[in-house]
């Protein structure tokens, strides 16, 4: 998707190991996410980032960390990955008062 | 909190039929914005309409039209004339700013498929 470039698109993980999940924007906006989706529960939010520097937490942060050194990229990383975080991860930013929200194209993390 | 309720998990349909999406959700706010996304089988989400609180028009595009109720706490979507490319999950959400911040909350999903 235009402006927001998420990588890997596919990983998968033994249980245990951890791994970082990328997100850049080239939209120059403030807000960013990090949603899960798994199958019947529809995008839950993990993480998210008002501002450059601040991150505060979503409905299901357990298990995970957020980065966001700089306006450009909003990392999510899994340090002991688990079988429960199998699931597909989207990347989301939006600008000023819930005018737009542009999400990437999703991670797909199998953790076996 | 905020909370989206998507009460069908898949419809299936032949084509040709009308089909409606329905959503209710709950804020305590005022001001709040409310969208349509669509999720094909290659997984992107596709952006589908935007709503803010205060303009309760009807909105028709092509073969999709949405009806938002405030007194009902609804905004539902119809599909007309069905077609195969319309198979897919739809999902509602809703926008709130909370202490600063927006953060957008999913229904979870509903599957439409489309039979030939």
């Known amino acids: 998707n235009a402006g927001v470039t998420q990588t890997p698109k596919f990983q998968v993980l033994k249980t245990g190991q951890s791994m970082t999940l990328q997100c850049a924007q080239d939209m120059n906006h403030n807000s960013m996410y990090w949603y899960r989706q798994d199958p019947g529960m529809g995008l839950r939010l993990i993480y998210y980032s008002a501002s450059e520097g601040t991150t505060d937490k979503g409905e299901v942060p357990n298990g995970y960390n957020v980065s966001r050194l700089n306006k450009r990229e909003f990392s999510l990383r899994l340090e002991s990955a688990a079988p429960s975080q199998t699931s597909v991860y989207f990347c989301?930013?939006?600008?000023?008062?819930?005018?737009?929200?542009?999400f990437g194209s999703g991670t797909r993390l199998t953790v076996v | 909190a905020q909370k989206v309720t998507q009460a069908q998990t898949e419809i299936s349909v032949v084509e040709k039929e009308d089909v409606t999406l329905d959503c209710v959700y709950e804020?305590?706010?005022?001001?709040?914005?409310l969208f349509w996304y669509k999720q094909p089988p290659s997984g992107e989400l596709v952006f589908l309409i935007r709503r803010n609180s205060f303009d309760e028009q009807n909105e028709i595009s092509g073969r999709y039209s949405w009806n938002f109720q405030k007194s009902t706490s609804s905004f539902n979507f119809t599909i007309t004339a069905s077609q195969v490319v319309d198979s897919a999950v739809y999902f509602c959400a809703l926008s709130e700013n909370q202490g600063g911040s927006e953060k957008l909350v999913f229904g979870k999903g509903m599957k439409l498929t489309v039979n030939p």
């Open positions: 804020t305590r706010d005022t001001t709040y914005y």
């Open positions: 989301a930013l939006n600008g000023r008062g819930g005018w737009g929200y542009t």
